[in-house]
């Protein structure tokens, strides 16, 4: 094919459309997309990060001749060229002379000269073009210039019609549903093949099918439900089979998105160069920290496209997400999720359940005493969770379930007509023995200056506004409260944090959202879903609780996307203990640079050759050539000098905090990656523009 898709034969010229690459969805009101082709593509095995649809590996001798310039390439074949003719040459006479001084008869007949003379010929060819063509570097010369001329020499004299398929065409010819054929569900594979059948339906159908192809009991309820929905057989609970306005190249059959392309240099590794850059569930899996300066694009490049590829993900029913940031951050629209919680809006559907990823009451306390401390009060996180405890026990096993905000302020406070309430409710269950011991203990430290439940009341009055109203309640009479347990099913969430309105308490709640999803991560029982979480500012919602449960998330098949402006937002105790627990780290262009230290520091050094060359003065020889030099710098004025040349390995950082800081172009960034698999990838400069 000509490369401007355009075919010349004789004078006629016909134009024709490029063929879509699999990976590319048409837009609205094209083609419909071309299931075969983006089923049956290629996928290489790659090192994590690498955008394996489409992707070719490097050759490394082919890369190391690619270095070499056009000229000088060229000058050495030649060279070699004209060296090889006259070895080939001189060589057959030498070896035919050898032959008949030797071993040859006399009275030969024509055949055996004939013959004696070609195989001569081929073996003294063989070994001249063998010796030759390595030294003058011929294949690389064939491959770079005399290949793509003849194939633009035969292209341009075929007609259009004669266009013969290429690779895509031959993928076109394969059958996606070949494995239901051959699984004995012919009838849902005829169903599909009728129908339009997108990306997020195939993924979706493909992992029914192997849940039902394992126990061929099911293959019949398999079939039954493809014949009769067709692609929208086993669909989502929302009943969507497609995100609206979707931007990102996805490649779901894999879980990649595509975020960019590792630039080709030095620094990247050889099967990374010119590569495409994605992220999948096997490298979020250990989580990813990205750290840049408002504006360097860590949302819309970044979390936006892993955002919406978690959403994709939960439709093909692969994946849930939960998605944080600021009300006003641009995470996608409202209709990309199932559920949006947003407290301080009177017009959101969903609450947020205050104790939601917790198994017992002591849990729940502990885990929102922790969220309701700011950070400079850490220091009293254990003393807060035994008096958050005191009374949230008492109360769920009063009344059933935990109390509102409105309640838990009460009886932190103090409150005499609450406390009593409590009590009487208690004796009616039958609890109050069990319980009175923490309620006496909770009395006594009511009157005390250093009572943390004063301290835990006057936090819970931040979210104890007008503008809260509803989005907190336990009793049934507010908004459905979504709670964090339901990790297992494949949920889109996006919570909303009123951090312009009301700052402090968009903090609490950030802290509370991580500390669940980092919770209900770990104690999921099913984890065949991967659960993915995206926090667009986590400066607030970090503590040690939840750096910790960083690192337990890797065998929970569960994994999050931190952002931060600056590590100088999070207290310097937990800096170095999260730069541990991940195993993603990704630097944008304008860090500071003791933040750059710690990328430096976290990504090592590594061994390059260095070159030092040292002059000094030229004092060998006689008499003659002393006075030569003499006279020389006499004339010139310059010293005759010795120059010595000294290779030797070194230790080198492969990216220095000066680098990070001043060095990285706009709209890239650097990022190492960890699968959960073990597999590391080192520092790559990706660009992340397209």
């Known amino acids: 094919m000509a490369q401007d898709g355009a075919h010349h034969h004789g004078e006629r010229t016909t134009t024709r459309p490029p063929t879509p690459l699999p990976h590319q969805r048409p837009a609205a009101g094209t083609s419909s997309f071309d299931l075969a082709t983006w089923a049956c593509a290629p996928r290489p095995d790659a090192d994590p ?4 649809l489409g992707y070719r590996r490097v050759d490394p001798e082919r890369a190391e001749a690619a270095k070499v310039a056009t000229w000088p390439l060229l000058l050495r074949a030649g060279l070699n060229a004209v060296v090889a003719w006259f070895a080939f040459v001189y060589g057959t006479q030498l070896v035919l002379h050898l ?25 003294v060819a063989a070994a001249v073009i063998k010796i030759f063509g390595r030294m003058g570097r011929w294949p690389e010369v064939w491959r770079r210039y005399v290949a793509p001329l003849l194939s633009r020499t035969v292209t341009e004299e075929q007609p259009v019609e004669e266009d013969v398929p290429g690779a895509v065409e031959a993928v076109r010819g394969q059958d996606p549903w070949d494995g239901l054929r051959r699984g004995g569900a012919a009838e849902a594979a005829v169903r599909l093949e009728g129908e339009a059948v997108g990306d997020v339906d195939y ?59 590792a630039q080709d240099v030095p620094k990247n590794p050889l099967g990374h160069r010119a590569a495409g850059f994605a992220l999948d569930p096997a490298v979020l899996g250990t989580s990813l920290l990205a750290v840049g300066p408002a504006g360097t694009g860590k949302t819309a490049r970044l979390a936006r496209p892993v955002a919406e590829a ?27 999720y199932d559920v949006v919680i947003a407290p301080g809006d009177p017009s959101s559907l969903y609450g947020l359940d205050l104790y939601g990823a917790a198994r017992d009451p002591d849990e729940a306390a502990a885990r929102l005493a922790e969220a309701l401390l700011p950070d400079e009060l850490t220091a009293r996180a254990e003393h807060a969770r035994t008096a958050l405890q005191q009374v949230v026990g008492p109360f769920h096993a009063a009344y059933g379930r935990y109390p509102g905000v409105r309640e838990l302020r009460a009886l932190l406070a103090g409150e005499p007509d609450v406390l009593a309430a409590l009590v009487k409710a208690l004796g009616v269950a039958g609890r109050l023995a069990v319980h009175e011991r923490d309620l006496e203990y909770r009395e006594r430290q009511r009157d005390r200056a250093d009572d943390p439940g004063a301290l835990l009341a006057d936090r819970l009055a931040l979210l104890e506004r007008p503008a809260f109203e509803g989005a907190f309640a336990t009793d049934g009479t507010g908004r459905p409260p979504f709670a964090m347990r339901v990790l297992d099913h494949p949920l889109r969430v996006r919570v909303k944090l009123p951090e312009r309105s ?58 999050a996307v931190l952002l931060l402006r600056t590590l100088v937002d999070l207290p310097e105790a937990l800096r170095a203990p999260l730069f541990g627990a991940v195993g993603c780290r990704m630097a944008f262009p304008g860090i500071a640079p003791w933040d750059g230290k710690l990328f430096s520091e976290a990504w090592g050094t590594h061994l390059v050759q260095e070159t030092a060359v040292t002059h000094t003065p030229d004092t060998s020889g006689g008499v003659i050539r002393r006075a030569g030099r003499v006279g020389r710098k006499a004339l ?16 080198r950082l492969r990216w220095s905090p000066s680098d990070l800081a001043h060095a990285l172009p706009a709209g890239h960034a650097v990022v190492s990656l960890t699968a959960v698999s073990g597999e590391q990838v080192p520092p790559l400069l990706v660009d992340l523009r397209g």
């Open 49 to 52: 990060g690498v955008y394996r």
């Open 99 to 123: 032959i008949v001084i030797t071993v040859w008869v006399e009275h030969p007949s024509e055949t055996l000269v004939t013959v004696v003379g070609l195989s001569v010929n081929v073996l």
């Open 203 to 261: 993924v979706r159908i493909r992992r029914a099918w192997e849940s039902a192809h394992a126990d061929p009991v099911f293959v019949p309820a398999f079939t039954e439900q493809v014949a009769s929905r067709g692609a929208a057989a086993f669909a989502h609970p929302s009943e969507a089979r497609e995100l609206p306005g979707r931007a990102e190249r996805h490649d779901l059959l894999l879980g990649q998105v595509r975020l960019g392309t």
């Open 310 to 336: 978690l959403c994709l993900q939960a439709l093909s029913g692969t994946a849930c997400a939960v998605v944080v940031g600021a009300a006003d951050a641009d995470l996608g629209p409202d209709s990309w």
């Open 502 to 559: 009301h700052p402090e308490a968009a903090r609490m709640l950030s802290r509370l959202v991580v500390g669940q999803f980092v919770q209900a991560a770990g104690a999921r029982e099913d984890r065949s879903l991967f659960a993915g979480l995206v926090v667009d500012d986590a400066s607030a919602a970090l503590d040690a609780a939840a750096v910790r449960g960083l690192q337990r998330m890797r065998g929970a098949n569960a994994g």
């Open 636 to 651: 010139s004025g310059t010293t005759a000098q010795t120059e010595s040349v000294t290779t030797r390995d070194v230790e």
